[in-house]
């Protein structure tokens, strides 16, 4: 004799893993009356938000490749000689292609500023020193920060300065901060 199958039996509903994340909340008041709804206060949350970005630093990509090997690019035009503290991909006079060079690791204040106010990166270090960097045989400037000094009346123009790097690169362009030379 054989066996009918068994009918199989309906699988209980999958239950929703209750999680304690986000906002938790308690007790809002929420009227019997369905018609006072119109006139109910807002509900407010606060609730933190985080995005991950992807950044390519393209053509300038060398220049934060020499900062993680204690090394300061610039650019150097071929035809007109012009050499860019801050690197460029072509040159500003003629348009051409320039070649990658390195800087010197000293130049000089060329001139500065005192910062008191910064954004959430250096709120915690203000006031903070940011200085143009003048460089021998180099056509423009470089702004990077001032370390050492405590004071405005500690820094003058002319003064000369020494480049430092990070230890830990973090690809950023404070991985170059300048300390004065004397």
Known sequence: MKRKPRAKAAAP????????TGTTVF??????????????SPIVIKYPYSVEYIH????????????????LL???????NYTYATPRLACASCG????????PAEG???????????????????????????????DTLLLARLVGPETPEDIRIGMPVKAKFRRNSQLRPT???FVPAE
């Open 13 to 20: 509903p999958a239950k929703v893993e209750e999680r304690m």
């Open 27 to 40: 007790n809002i008041p929420f009227p019997s009356d369905l018609e006072t709804l119109k006139g109910m």
């Open 56 to 71: 390519s630093y393209g053509q300038d990509s060398p220049f934060f490749a020499g900062l993680s090997n204690r090394k």
């Open 74 to 80: 610039g650019t150097k035009c071929g035809a007109c």
């Open 96 to 103: 051409r292609e320039t070649d990658w060079v390195e800087l």
């Open 108 to 138: 000089r204040v060329h001139t500065f500023t005192t910062c008191y106010f910064g954004s959430e990166e250096f709120l915690k270090e203000t006031p903070f020193h940011l200085i143009l960097v003048e460089f021998d045989g180099v």
């Open 175 to 177: 991985d170059v901060y």
